[in-house]
């Protein structure tokens, strides 16, 4: 796993590099206006990494500042607070500066070609930019001490949570809308260097990442003596924030700590009213086992902030994958694709789409039961009765999603209403195959020790899931295939062909219905008896 996505990440920086190298290029095209334009695309991108690496570091330091359950005996014990400070301060660079890493220095290394930079621009690179994810953490870390101070950790953290991903909702919204791929175009080049060139600059001769871009194209240049005094101003800023702030934690940490760990108070809501009411005929209980752990699945996912905030991502993933649809409404048009092959591509991508929700919530779900998971085993319930109820939870949101994307992504391409409904029956069938799969598949090999759903989805089990799921994407719409092809041509010509018979296609059909049912009666039963024969 390791292996495989170090290749990954390594493939996404070489990509980020040759697609930034070409735009620098064509910057070259411009001739009075090269070095300016490339600048003024790195000073963006630089300020775009800075405050993303500050708000990342931010919300990292409630967690190793104050949330993190070593802290209780490490506060106990007479270790400085200054040290403390500092060993936190690089457990959160740890965690949160590697996207500057890993995202920004493919781009700044792009403009080494065009510059003409020397082979020793691109090792000393990483030096340059260094201090700068250092001063981001310590300016986390300080925001995050002032903050505690006065706040609890635990509802400011979920706080910062829920604004970052708004913020990045709006963000890749509002850059999906702008429709970047028009400037790949000859007339949108030249929109694009307007559009750059009419930036204001302003002399941020105070900003690091001013200190960042004269050191580095003054390495571009190869003159050594001006990058001196940017490069070792950033490293001085950064070793003086580090010491402002172990300052800032002899003074507030041991007062921000204690409030942090104030427990969070229980809003019952209406129905811890109903269990409190003097009047038992008010009570109200779930009708069966089932119900009962669906109810609790809500709540705990409703009490969860990095769970329910998930559903705003795939709010904006809807929105985008409808917008971006209208696109094949052009290959539809010039015939370069049928009405038949548009359906069948919409129904690949949205299963592929389901198939990724699953890996992220079911899959995970029976695991996140963590190791409480003995309540459930010495319960007076089945192991069954568990995944029953994982079904129920995720079924109807996944099967909604699914629908979405798929009648909206026909309507948006004008497909004829039979399309619809074989739509709306291939969606209900895949949909059931894929939840029952994952839930199956989760419970055979759970990891009650990991806590984090991304951590679960990204295992072997994990991965081993979405191929199979896709799999089984592919087999049914080879299934289906058939069958739609020569409605279609019923319908157009009122007639099948001669090897197409009545009875051969709903054969296919109902074979497409029952291996779906199947492979989710198969998992969910694998998945029980794996559960059962685990010792309590």
Same mark, same amino acid.
């Not at 705990?300 to 769970?307: E, H």
């Not at 939870?393 to 996944?398: A, K, N």
């Given at each position: 796993r390791l292996l495989f996505f170090a290749a990954l990440g390594t493939l996404f920086m070489m990509g980020a590099f040759w697609g930034a190298h070409?735009? @620098?290029q064509r910057f070259l095209e411009v001739e009075f206006l090269a070095q300016l334009l490339t600048r003024r695309v790195l000073d963006i991108t630089l300020l775009f990494f800075t405050g993303l690496l500050l708000f990342s570091n931010l919300i990292s330091g409630f967690s190793t500042l104050y949330l993190s359950q070593d802290l209780q005996l490490l506060v106990s014990t007479p270790i400085p607070l200054s040290r403390l400070y500092l060993a936190r301060l690089g457990h959160t660079w740890m965690q949160a500066s590697w996207m500057m890493l890993v995202f920004a220095l493919p781009i700044l290394a792009g403009c080494g070609p065009s510059l003409g930079a020397k082979w020793w621009f691109y090792p000393l690179l990483p030096l340059v930019v260094l201090p700068l994810t250092v001063l981001c953490s310590s300016f986390g870390t300080w925001g995050t001490m002032l903050i505690a101070r006065w706040l609890p950790a635990q509802r400011m953290r979920d706080l910062m949570v829920l604004l970052a991903l708004l913020g990045f909702l709006v963000l890749y919204v509002a850059f999906r809308f702008a429709e970047p791929e028009r400037f790949l175009e000859p007339d949108g080049f030249q929109d694009l260097v307007s559009l750059i060139g009419g930036l204001e600059q302003s002399n941020r001769v105070w900003m690091p990442t001013t200190w960042v871009l004269d050191g580095l194209f003054a390495l571009v240049s190869g003159d050594f003596a001006a990058a001196i005094l940017p490069v070792s101003t950033t490293y001085l800023g950064a070793g003086a924030s580090c010491w402002v702030g172990t300052i800032l934690a002899r003074r507030l940490f041991l007062r921000s700590f204690s409030l942090a760990q104030e427990? %969070? *108070?229980e809003d019952m809501g209406v129905a811890g009213a109903l269990l409190k009411s003097k009047n038992p005929e008010n009570t109200r209980y779930p009708a069966s086992v089932v119900s009962a752990l669906v109810y609790r699945d =809500? *709540? /705990? @996912?409703? %009490? #969860? #902030?990095?769970?329910w905030t998930q559903l705003l991502l795939v709010a904006a993933l809807v929105v985008v994958y409808l917008f971006n649809f209208k696109h094949f409404k052009t290959l539809q048009d010039t015939n370069i694709i049928s009405e038949l092959g548009i359906l069948i591509l919409n129904l690949a991508l949205c299963g592929m789409v389901v198939t990724t929700l699953a890996a992220r919530f079911l899959y995970p779900s029976v695991s996140l039961e963590g190791r409480a998971f003995w !309540? $459930?085993? /010495? !319960?007076?319930?089945? =192991? *069954?009765?568990l995944l029953e109820a994982k079904v129920r939870?995720? @079924? $109807?949101?996944?099967l909604s999603v699914n629908l979405i994307l798929t009648l909206g992504s026909n309507w948006i391409t004008g497909l004829p209403t039979w399309m619809f409904l074989v739509s709306t029956v291939f969606a209900i069938m895949s949909t059931w195959g894929i939840v029952g799969m994952g839930i199956g598949m989760g419970a055979m090999d759970p990891k009650f020790h990991l806590d984090n759903p991304t951590q679960i989805s990204g295992t072997i089990?994990?991965?081993l899931f979405m191929l199979l799921a896709l799999a089984l994407l592919v087999v049914l719409l080879l299934l289906v295939g058939w069958p739609m092809s020569a409605l279609r041509n019923y319908i157009a010509s009122g007639y099948i062909p001669r090897p197409i018979r009545l009875g051969q296609m709903f054969t296919l059909l109902i074979a497409a219905m029952g291996l779906a049912a199947f492979v989710h009666a198969f998992a969910i039963r694998a998945g029980a008896n794996g559960l059962d024969r685990r010792e309590p």
């Open positions: 070409w735009l @620098f427990g %969070r *108070r =809500n *709540r /705990v @996912f409703l %009490r #969860t #902030t990095s769970q !309540a $459930i085993q /010495v !319960a007076p319930m089945s =192991n *069954r009765s939870w995720g @079924f $109807i949101p996944l089990g994990g991965v």
